[in-house]
């Protein structure tokens, strides 16, 4: 069950994807993350009121870093969204995993550790050099995608695009840490809708607000605030099901599904042209963010078990 789960929540982000690019022909990213972020208040409020979990927390430094570094990501995604084939921007976000991998390997490739059953001596991690192959795939990917685009004012739209997938590892590396100190997801996600709020806010100051658009054009704003708690929902619901590591492999793999709803929406709903190049970065993207998950599970060595 918990499989369904994560791939209805990545349903859920790649329709709000489509959401966000058609509310961009209307309002900046700045606007976005404000108002995406004010109806995310009012929706998580009102959940965890229902929950019974009160938004007090002993850890408000951690979930001001979280807010912090999602934001950037989140204003960074929208941007590329307006600016890039629906499906381009997905994956470039979803490089999250292939980011995760150049930390572990930037972390651990001069670190030396004690090693179980190799007699107390000092060795290097084990699986560096799968995991430096899965990242110059990934990142293979990323160019056989980009490469139509280099030169062109695309090519910064894919640089902005990058740099979501970059800052998205971040801010999953302070959620996870967030939740191993007990607080629940409702609050986590709640705390990042405050901050998206004030940073939208703040963005807007120097953007400004654009010309409230006439007809039912600003309607697109709401499914954006609601489908986004609604996804972050839905995935907390797949891990906290996964009961075992393969299960939450599982789970953790199955958010690529995003990937494919949205390059179906791309060429369906906005009729972009998706080459063969592109697909086959895609593709590779994919593959090496699952492999490059699977690695690194294994690549953290497990300490010794203790005498007794």
């Not at 929208?78 to 470039?92: G, V």
């Not at 099901?241 to 958010?255: C, D, E, F, I, S």
């Amino acid at each position: 069950m918990q499989a369904l789960w994560m791939v209805l929540a990545a349903l859920i982000f790649a329709t709000m994807g489509v959401c966000v690019k058609i509310a961009s022909e209307w309002f900046n990213p700045a606007e976005l993350v404000f108002y995406r972020g004010l109806i995310g208040i009012v929706f998580l409020a009102l959940l965890a009121r229902n929950q019974g979990v009160s938004l007090r927390t002993q850890y408000p430094g951690m979930h001001a870093w979280r807010s912090f570094i999602g934001v950037v990501s989140l204003g960074a995604w929208f941007y590329s969204i307006a600016h890039l084939p629906l499906a381009t921007a997905m994956t470039l976000n979803y490089m999250s995993s292939v980011w995760i991998a150049v930390f572990l390997i930037g972390g651990t490739l001069l670190a030396w550790v004690p090693l179980p059953g190799r007699d107390g001596r000092l060795r290097r991690p084990p699986l560096q050099g799968a995991l430096m192959l899965t990242v110059v795939v990934g990142f293979g990917g990323v160019v056989m995608m980009l490469r139509p685009t280099i030169g062109d004012r695309q090519a910064f739209a894919g640089l902005v695009g990058l740099m979501s997938g970059l800052t998205a590892a971040f801010a999953y590396m302070q959620v996870v840490a967030l939740s191993k100190l007990g607080e629940p997801e409702s609050r986590t996600v709640f705390y990042f809708a405050v901050g998206s709020a004030v940073a939208g806010g703040m963005g807007t100051v120097v953007t400004g607000f654009s010309d409230w658009p006439g007809g039912l054009h600003a309607m697109w704003l709401l499914p954006v605030g609601v489908l986004a708690a609604l996804g972050q929902l839905c995935m907390t619901r797949a891990y906290s099901r996964a009961k075992t590591p393969g299960g939450t492999l599982l789970v953790a793999n199955l958010q690529y599904s995003g990937i494919v709803f949205a390059a179906i929406y791309s060429v369906a709903l906005f009729g972009d042209h998706i080459d063969g190049l592109g697909w086959g970065g895609m593709t590779l993207i994919v593959a090496s963010g699952i492999v490059a998950t699977i690695l690194r599970q294994r690549a953290v060595p497990k300490a010794p078990a203790e005498e007794h």
